[in-house]
């Protein structure tokens, strides 16, 4: 079943120049909320001294102006990411009056729809687009929703790695490198999806969630405690049904293909050009205000959700998939990463070796079309891991069989063992290997997941969801505060927010359109 990883494994090992595996570069976003002392989002605006959430290219917000999101430059050098994340972190901690920074993904104390508001960006058209957007979201999906967190993956292979990959692949080297790097890339993107479920198993962290949440609906979540719904086996709730989810598919029509580029492009383009009765009663532009960008399926390519997406770095009013068409596929973004409360970053090194050995095991196995059978067993693994992946009887699909999950981990994390080995070769390092072999004692013990030891944690403390993760956030709050920011670095953000603040006031000045004429050609690709 491993058999074409394995070739691959054979055929790395004896190439001289193994610097190749050393240059993948990484990146992460990083979403985290602002909250008050009580764990309440924060209704302050975006703070001015941490720069124009439009322009920066680190700080910004996601969906709310309480939705912190911080992004770090690529590197190939996982102790740097995590440094700049660290770094920048630090920067905001320091900016902020009498806040926290949410630790966990799942948010508390919301007080209804009208309690979270929407980012905002300025006066220009492609801010008043971003707050538009975030608009549409709001009355499709319910402002709540939103405000969960994340942590999403950026990878790519270096490009010297794939000349070397094709000359092993004899068989595929047909069309032109970019096609083959997409086409590569796309194979990756099927494994990610085939084998996902592994990501909120091993590194899960909402198995529990507040009640203010729910906001009152009906649930089928058990009682944790007077504040608290929670599921016995959970990993991951945010990535369960009650969190992101395309669970509207069948309903409005939607279903993203990757079984290619160009089958991608183009599920996603029909989802864009086409109306959609159900969202055409919250309006275009209503009393003066824009409601959505259109009433059509998805108003961008962003409002789908994935676990994982193909990446192309966009130019300026530039459509993604228009970027992927023309330059196709720079790199992937593994987006069902829960925010580590145990760790202040809300990741680790850890995470990211094994993450590195994933995408490499993933982009050699063998990874045929995805089809509509298959797509129900993925969506129906990622479900049963997010609601009860520790039941050690739980099984899932696998090619129409049910497969134990603890004997499909094991296999997996058995393959990947000689790729961890090559990865550390290349470093000089046991870390790779050493994260893996933590990975398999997960895999063999549920009660290793952090969603089991945070449930621990509650039930040893006497604590719900919202004591544990306001203990966490103080704690992170502490880790941050008590530290110092070189006067060098301080100066490095302090500088970049300037700037970033100019920026948006000479978009905001060479503005010429109106937005109406603005959302037209942006549509169009007449921009």
């Known amino acids: 079943m491993y058999q074409l990883a394995e070739q691959y494994l054979k055929a790395f090992a004896e190439i001289k120049d193994k610097s190749i595996f050393s240059q993948s570069l990484i990146g992460l976003e990083k979403e985290t909320l602002r909250v008050n002392h009580e764990g309440g989002l924060a209704q302050t605006p975006h703070p001015i001294k941490l720069g124009s959430a439009l322009t920066h290219p680190y700080i910004t917000t996601d969906y709310s102006e309480a939705l912190l999101e911080i992004v770090t430059p690529p590197s190939n050098d996982i102790p740097s990411v995590l440094q700049f994340l660290s770094d920048t972190q630090h920067f905001i901690y320091n900016q902020l009056d009498d806040e926290l920074l949410w630790a966990t993904s799942m948010p508390c104390v919301v007080a209804g729809e009208t309690s979270i508001p929407l980012a905002k960006y300025g006066s220009s058209n492609s801010g008043l687009m971003k707050t538009v957007y975030r608009r ?26 794939w000349p070397v990959f094709f000359n092993i692949n004899k068989q595929k080297n047909k069309g032109s490198e970019q096609d083959l790097i997409s086409e590569s890339y796309f194979s990756l993107i099927r494994n990610l999806q085939r084998f996902g479920w592994l990501i909120p198993y091993l590194f899960g962290a909402s198995p529990a969630v507040c009640k203010s949440f729910l906001q009152g609906k009906e649930t089928t979540l058990s009682q944790f405690n007077e504040t608290t719904y929670y599921e016995p086996y959970a990993t991951s709730l945010r990535m369960g049904d009650i969190g992101y989810q395309n669970n509207k598919e069948n309903e409005v029509g939607v279903v993203a293909n990757y079984n290619s580029l160009m089958d991608y492009i183009r599920s996603l383009q029909h989802a864009i050009e086409t109306p959609c009765p159900k969202y055409e009663k919250f309006g275009f532009e209503v009393d003066g205000q824009y409601q959505q960008l259109n009433s059509n399926i998805l108003q961008i390519e962003n409002e789908y959700y994935s676990t994982v997406r193909p990446k192309q770095i966009t130019h300026k009013y530039e459509m993604p998939i228009e970027a992927l068409r023309k330059r196709g596929v720079q790199y992937v973004e593994l987006r069902s990463l829960d925010v580590n409360a145990f760790h202040p970053l809300g990741i680790n090194e850890e995470q990211l070796y094994f993450l590195e050995t994933f995408m490499l095991f993933c982009l050699v196995h063998e990874s045929p079309p995805i089809g509509e059978n298959e797509k129900k067993e993925i969506d129906q693994n990622e479900m049963l891991t997010a609601h009860q992946g520790r039941d050690p009887d739980l099984r899932l699909t696998r090619n129409g069989k049910d497969i134990s999950i603890i004997e499909w981990g094991g296999e997996l994390l058995d393959v990947m063992q000689g790729f961890a080995a090559l990865l550390d070769e290349v470093h000089g390092s046991n870390d790779y290997s050493q994260s893996l072999n933590n990975q398999k004692q997960a895999i063999n013990d549920p009660e290793c997941t952090p969603s089991a030891k945070m449930l621990a944690e509650m039930r040893q403390n006497d604590e719900g969801f919202y004591q544990h993760a306001m203990r966490m956030s103080q704690h992170h709050h502490e880790a941050f505060v008590h530290g110092e920011l070189s006067a060098e670095k301080s100066q ?19 503005d010429t359109l109106s937005f109406a004429t603005f959302l037209e050609r942006y549509f169009a690709k007449s921009l």
């Open 492 to 510: 490095f953000y302090a500088d970049l927010a300037s700037i970033s603040l100019k920026q948006q006031k000479q978009i905001e000045e060479n």
């Open 136 to 161: 549409g979201l709001g009355h499709r999906y319910g402002r709540v929703m939103q405000v969960i967190a994340g942590v999403h993956f950026n990878f790519s292979f270096s490009e010297k790695f």
